[in-house]
C-alpha cells in the first residue's frame, strides 16, 4: 500500500483522499507530491514523527519561533543559490522585514491546526513563496505544503501598491511618502483577485481549497496537555521539557534515551530537538575532567559526515551534590544550512552518565539553549527515585 493509498484509508490518523484532478509525481513511505496543472500549484504531504504543540498559552512563543525560523530559511535559500550580483544582500538583513506573510490558528473538524505562509526567495526576477497546513496528531504530524511555481516577475503587487497610493498622496514628499508603504500593504489579500497568477495569491487558494474543497479529516487528533513532568517510563526517568517542546513517540520505546522535538512552520525545517539519554556509561570516581574529555569525544563523533566549519568546546562544570557534570557544544556547516547543538552531561549517584543535547539552527541564541539544557538536567530524576538535590 503506498503512503497516498495510506492517507485515502485513515491508516496515518488522518484520512486525505486524493482530490480530484491531482495526479502523483513523487511518492515514499511517509511522502508525495500531487501535480495539478490546471489549479497552479502543487501539493506536497508528508508524516512525520515530530509533534507541533499549538497549546494556546505558548501562542506567542510559537509565532516568534516562526519568525526565526523562517528568516534563516530565507537566508538558508539566499546562500544556495545566490543573485548573480556578488554585492547583493538577502531581505533579511532589514530587520523590519519579514519573510513570513502569515501564521493562523485554524480548526478542522474540531482539531486545532496551523495555516503558515512565507517567502523562500524575493528578489530580482525570482520570487517563490509556500502555504503549509500543519495538523498534529496523536501519532506525530500531517503536513500538506502548498507549491506555486516560482515568479519570475517580481515587484508587481507592490508597484501597484506604490501606484494606488501615490494617486491618492497629498502635498508630502513623495521619497518619503514611498518609504512609509510596508510589505503588507503589498501583501494584503485584497489584491489577490487582481494578481491571481502571482504565487502569494496561488498560496493561498491552495490553502482554500485543503480547507474548504479537500476536506481533511482528523481521526487521531492530537491531545494538547498542560505542560509538566514527561515519565518515560521504558527509560526510567523523568524530566519537565522547556515550552514547546513535545514527546517523540517511538515504537517500540527506547530503553535508553527518548527525543522531544519543538516545530514552527514546517516537518523538515525550523525544529528544535531535545533528546535524553542514561548512556549506560559509569564513571568510577567524581572527575569533571575526565566527564568533559568523554564528552568531547563523543560529541565530536556526532558530527555528521561531510559538515564544514566544525567547532567543538567542552568545559568540566563544577561538581554539585556531589555528581560530576560538563557541557559540549557544536557548530558546522551542512551545505548553506548553520547547526549545532548544547550537549550537558551529568552523572547519577551509581556512576551512570546522563547525556542532555538540545539542537537547532544557528537562529536560535546559544544562551537560550544553555538556559533550557540547565533547566532539563535540574528536573531530571530517575523513576521511583527523588529529584538529585533531595537526595542530600
Not at 13 to 36: H, I, K, M, W
Not at 165 to 180: C, K, S, V, W
Request: one cysteine or more.
Amino acid at each position: 500500500m503506498g503512503f497516498v493509498e495510506e492517507l485515502g484509508q485513515g491508516e496515518r490518523g488522518v484520512r486525505f483522499a486524493l482530490p480530484q484532478g491531482f495526479e502523483v509525481s513523487e511518492e515514499t513511505n511517509r511522502s508525495a507530491v500531487l501535480v495539478d496543472k490546471t489549479r497552479g500549484f502543487s501539493l506536497s504531504l508528508g508524516h512525520f514523527a515530530h509533534r507541533l504543540d499549538l497549546f494556546p498559552t505558548y501562542d506567542a512563543l510559537l509565532r516568534r519561533d516562526v519568525e526565526r525560523h523562517a528568516r534563516d530559511l530565507f537566508e538558508t535559500c539566499f546562500r544556495a543559490t545566490p543573485p548573480a550580483d556578488p554585492k547583493a544582500r538577502p531581505r533579511t538583513d532589514d530587520k523590519r522585514w519579514s519573510p513570513v506573510v502569515e501564521v493562523a490558528p485554524v480548526e478542522i473538524g474540531g482539531a486545532r491546526a496551523l495555516r503558515v505562509v512565507h517567502r523562500l526567495w524575493y528578489e530580482p526576477g525570482r520570487e517563490t513563496l509556500m502555504g503549509h497546513l500543519l495538523v498534529p496528531l496523536a501519532r506525530g504530524l500531517f503536513e500538506v505544503r502548498v507549491m506555486p511555481p516560482t515568479s519570475r516577475q517580481t515587484g508587481i503587487r507592490e508597484a501597484a501598491v506604490a501606484d494606488r497610493a501615490l494617486a491618492a498622496r497629498t502635498a508630502e514628499d513623495p521619497a518619503a511618502f514611498l518609504r512609509g508603504i510596508d510589505q503588507r500593504a503589498a501583501d494584503d489579500p485584497a489584491l489577490d483577485a487582481s494578481f491571481p497568477r502571482h504565487p502569494l495569491s496561488v498560496a493561498r487558494k491552495g490553502l482554500r481549497f485543503l480547507l474548504e474543497e479537500a476536506p481533511i479529516e482528523v481521526l487521531e487528533p492530537d491531545v494538547q496537555t498542560r505542560a509538566g513532568e514527561d515519565e518515560i517510563t521504558a527509560a526510567g526517568f523523568a524530566i519537565t521539557p522547556p515550552p514547546r517542546y513535545r514527546l517523540v513517540e517511538k515504537d517500540p520505546p527506547s530503553p535508553k534515551l527518548a527525543s522531544w522535538s519543538r516545530v514552527s512552520f514546517s516537518g523538515t525545517d525550523g525544529i528544535q530537538l531535545l533528546t535524553v539519554s542514561r548512556t549506560g556509561t559509569r564513571l568510577a570516581e567524581r572527575n569533571g575532567r575526565k566527564l568533559a574529555r568523554i564528552a568531547e569525544e563523543l560529541t565530536r563523533a556526532s558530527v555528521p559526515a561531510g559538515a564544514e566549519a566544525v567547532r567543538v568546546s567542552a568545559v568540566a562544570l563544577p561538581d554539585e551534590r556531589g555528581r560530576s557534570h560538563a557541557e559540549t557544544y557544536h557548530a558546522y556547516a551542512n551545505g548553506a544550512s548553520r547547526q549545532q547543538s548544547v550537549f550537558r552531561w551529568f552523572t547519577e549517584p551509581d556512576g551512570e552518565v546522563v547525556m542532555m543535547a538540545l539542537g537547532a539552527a544557528m537562529c536560535v541564541p546559544v544562551d537560550e539553549l544553555g538556559d533550557d539544557a540547565e533547566a532539563v538536567v535540574r528536573s531530571f530524576r530517575r523513576l521511583g527515585a527523588k529529584k538529585w538535590w533531595q537526595i542530600f
